[in-house]
Nanobody, 120 residues
Framework: QVQLVESGGGLVQPGGSLRLSCAAS????????MGWYRQAPGKERDLVAA???????NYADSVKGRFTISKDNAKNTGYLQMNSLKPEDTAVYYC??????????????WGQGTQVTVSS
C-alpha cells in the first residue's frame, strides 16, 4: 500500500522552530514532486511550499525567508523546516506528493496531516 506518513508537528513557542517530515512508502520508485499545505480552523487549505522533481522551490509570501522545503530522494522523504514561527502559522499541515509507483504510474497522494501549534 502506497502512503505518505507525516511527523514532527507539535507545540512550539513563537520564534521557535519545527521540522516536519513526510515519508513515502510502499511500491514506489520515488518522489517526483512534493507540496506542503496547511489548514487553520474555519479556513481553506492553502499551499505553503512546493518542490519540483528538479528541486525548484516556491513559497507562499507569508512564509518566505522562514520556511524551507526539501526532499531526500534516497530516503523517499520530504521535509519542511519552519523557523521563526508565529501564532498565525498554527494549523494542520498536510504533505502532498506526486509519486512514481510500481503498478499505477505517477499518482498523487496526501498525508494524514500533523498539527502545528504556535503559542506561548
Amino acid at each position: 500500500q502506497v502512503q505518505l506518513v507525516e511527523s514532527g508537528g507539535g507545540l512550539v513557542q513563537p520564534g521557535g522552530s519545527l521540522r516536519l517530515s513526510c515519508a513515502a512508502s510502499g511500491s514506489i520508485f520515488g518522489i517526483r514532486a512534493m507540496g506542503w499545505y496547511r489548514q487553520a480552523p474555519g479556513k481553506e487549505r492553502d499551499l505553503v511550499a512546493a518542490i519540483t522533481s528538479g528541486d525548484v522551490t516556491n513559497y507562499a509570501d507569508s512564509v518566505k525567508g522562514r520556511f524551507t522545503i526539501s526532499k531526500d530522494n534516497a530516503k523517499n522523504t520530504g521535509y519542511l523546516q519552519m523557523n521563526s514561527l508565529k501564532p498565525e502559522d498554527t494549523a494542520v499541515y498536510y504533505c502532498n506528493a506526486d509519486l512514481s509507483t510500481f503498478w499505477n504510474g505517477n499518482r498523487n497522494y496526501w498525508g494524514q496531516g500533523t498539527q502545528v501549534t504556535v503559542s506561548s
